[in-house]
């Protein structure tokens, strides 16, 4: 199958300006947000990150390109070796509550699947990449936690992730703006402690099933 995601042009030109391309990957965020797919042009870019369509062009041949740049990251999948399944949770959420805190990243992912709806095949696949893919990559590192003994039999790995993803989202993405400079400051003991007790907890399930009002 062929991967409709653009993938970057190898460009001749000046040297790259990282300050330049910094600016210009966070306008692509915060003008994707905004506007959507349609209203996301190289003029806009320009405008935004306040460089010439000429450094635009000499970086990226296409917008497709740039957003693809700028997007992407936003979502990536775990990657690396964790001594333990928990220093991996705890990693992958930090990540995802710090990108959380960012408005501008908030409105790019959560329209991100709305436009690749009715948009260019394209922005289906990199929907998929950005909220898919981290969430099958954790899925992938529990199951082996669980296979190797890390973790009992009867854990499950879908309640384990939803409480901690459910639970990140509602700290950081649902939280009210005026409380978002006090959150940042606890992410890392939120997280770990969040990570901590939902591990525990779903120890003491797999353990004692008749805990649980649900089966599994």
């Not at 990150?49 to 990536?76: C, F, H, M, N």
């Amino acid at each position: 199958m062929t991967d409709p995601t653009p993938q970057p042009t190898a460009r001749r030109g000046r040297p790259r300006d990282t300050a330049a391309d910094a600016r210009i990957l966070q306008a692509a965020v915060e003008i994707f947000g905004e506007r959507g797919w349609h209203g996301f042009t190289m003029d806009a870019l320009a405008e935004r990150a306040q460089v010439g369509k000429a450094l635009l062009y000499d970086r990226w041949a296409t917008k497709e390109e740039v957003l693809v740049a700028a997007i992407e990251p936003l979502g990536s999948a775990l990657t690396g070796t964790y001594p333990t399944i928990r220093d991996a949770i705890v990693a992958d959420l930090r990540n995802r509550a710090k990108l959380a805190l960012s408005l501008s990243t908030r409105w790019a992912t959560n329209r991100l699947p709305i436009e690749a709806e009715s948009g260019p095949p394209f922005l289906k696949e990199l929907a998929r990449r950005v909220g898919e893919e981290p969430v099958l990559e954790m899925r992938r590192r529990i199951h082996a936690a669980i296979a190797s003994g890390e973790l009992p039999p009867r854990t499950s790995v879908t309640r384990l992730l939803d409480a901690v993803e459910g639970a990140v989202y509602m700290h950081f993405v649902a939280a009210p703006n005026s409380l978002l400079p006090r959150i940042a400051l606890s992410i890392d003991s939120y997280v770990e402690q969040l990570v901590d007790d939902q591990l525990w907890l779903a120890c003491q399930l797999a353990i004692n099933p008749e805990l649980s009002a649900t089966p599994n």
